[in-house]
């Protein structure tokens, strides 16, 4: 899997940090706390994130968590893995606390708490299985379950049913895509995205919206408890930085498809990017945030 820059993640962050379901987070971080306080040796929360990226995830929950904690957080593309030196380092500035490097990660000491993040290169498509969940208190991940098949996602459940853990999912795509004034080529252009987002994401045929709903089903077979929350971007008039992309996608997407006539999609562009210009465009994207929590949890 690749095409996920350092800057697109930037831009696309402020839209995901308003779409997470805080109950949720709140939960998994209520969960694995409860975990730590059984255990008969205190020790800091480890928490291993899948497809990472630049680490927004961390970002996002360590302060959420609180408690002192250890993240590996995986990924497979290096420029990503760079990134997250440099995002997090910077982030934890800005709060005011203390950044050291520890050689193969940062750690971050808060004043009431010390976070530990580790990088980790590795092909998830291919070595799944070699993560190994028996010390960890929790699994996390980001805009990835949309991407992979249902044959990688029951090779997940099943490693979560083996070493029960808490998982949090968040911002998967649930197919809800709106574009403000309505057009009458919306629903041909958005069919056009919904079969791209089914092609090989390099974990084969990738399930697409409906990703969650088919990994709910597997973990509730497996005896979690699973909660489905809605996360979704709301990209108003006045942000043309994460509309055009947007827009521009879908142009390019749908014009690959064959499914949609070029005049159509010309048309189409031609109206969006009208109203971009005139601050008129907005546009709603469905997510979906998952957690599950084992049995007794």
Do not use: Y
């Not at 973990?219 to 947007?246: C, E, K, T, Y």
């Amino acid at each position: 899997m690749s095409g996920f820059s350092p800057d697109w993640l930037r831009t696309r962050e402020p839209f995901d940090l308003a779409a997470r379901d805080g109950r949720l987070a709140s939960r998994f971080a209520h969960c694995t706390s409860a975990s730590l306080a059984a255990a008969a040796a205190r020790r800091p929360a480890h928490i291993i994130d899948l497809a990472a990226g630049a680490g927004a995830n961390f970002r996002v929950l360590a302060p959420v968590l609180k408690q002192d904690q250890t993240w590996l957080l995986v990924d497979h593309d290096p420029r990503l893995l760079a990134a997250q030196q440099t995002e997090i380092a910077a982030w934890a500035l800005a709060h005011g606390w203390r950044v050291t490097d520890v050689g193969d990660g940062l750690r971050i000491d808060t004043g009431t708490a010390c976070w530990q993040v580790q990088g980790m290169q590795l092909d998830l498509a291919a070595g799944l299985e070699t993560l190994d969940l028996r010390a960890t208190d929790g699994v996390v991940t980001t805009a990835f379950l949309d991407l992979v098949s249902a044959a990688w996602l029951e090779r997940l459940s099943g490693l979560l049913a083996r070493n029960p853990r808490p998982l949090l999912a968040t911002l998967s795509v649930d197919g809800h895509r709106q574009w403000r004034p309505a057009h009458p080529a919306d629903a041909e252009v958005l069919a056009a995205f919904q079969h791209h987002q089914g092609g090989d994401k390099g974990f084969g045929s990738a399930l697409g919206h409906t990703a969650p709903a088919h990994l709910a089903a597997l973990l509730r077979d497996a005896g979690f408890a699973v909660s489905l929350a809605p996360s979704n971007w709301h990209i108003g008039p006045g942000h043309p930085g994460m509309l055009q992309p947007m827009l521009t996608e879908a142009g390019a997407v749908a014009r690959a498809s064959q499914a949609v006539t070029g005049s159509t999609i010309t048309d189409w562009l031609a109206c969006r990017s009208a109203q971009l210009a005139a601050g008129q465009l907005s546009l709603e994207i469905g997510h979906q945030d998952l957690l599950a929590l084992p049995p007794g949890r």
